[in-house]
């Protein structure tokens, strides 16, 4: 585990440190079940999934006090995806005055189409209860 950089396993999911990290204690929390699809995550898989988000945003907190975090998945090659078919939270703590790098060094935002266009496309596919 220590040469994996695994930090803590559970029954379903595990966390690690990210070899290619955002900031110093990015986490990744992982299923050991590989899994491309989040929708095909099995309950138990999705719980633990999220409990041990949680518990590296406490492990954080401890260890290194961050002012705040980024959670997210990267779903696929194009959203950036190391492992492609393998769904994964990351868990990315952060502290005021660090930044992303686009911005900083050359000005950009990627957004590729306006927003209030991006938010009609997504409101009519949104799954209807």
Do not use: C
């Not at 099995?42 to 975090?69: F, I, K, M, S, V």
């Not at 190391?82 to 005021?96: C, E, F, L, N, Y």
């Amino acid at each position: 585990d220590e040469d994996a950089l695994v930090v803590h396993r559970g029954e379903h999911a595990f966390a690690l440190l990210n070899k290619f990290p955002y900031s110093s204690g990015h986490l990744m929390v992982a299923p050991y079940r590989h899994e491309g699809d989040f929708a095909a995550l099995a309950d138990g898989e999705a719980l633990e999934l999220h409990r041990l988000a949680g518990q590296a945003l406490g492990a954080l907190a401890e260890t290194y006090g961050p002012h705040g975090y980024n959670l997210g998945w990267n779903l696929g090659r194009v959203a950036g995806a190391g492992v492609i078919d393998h769904v994964h939270i990351h868990v990315v703590p952060r502290w005021a005055g660090d930044t992303n790098f686009m911005p900083v060094l050359a000005d950009v935002k990627v957004l590729p189409e306006h927003i209030t266009q991006t938010r009609a496309r997504l409101a009519e596919a949104w799954p209807r209860a």
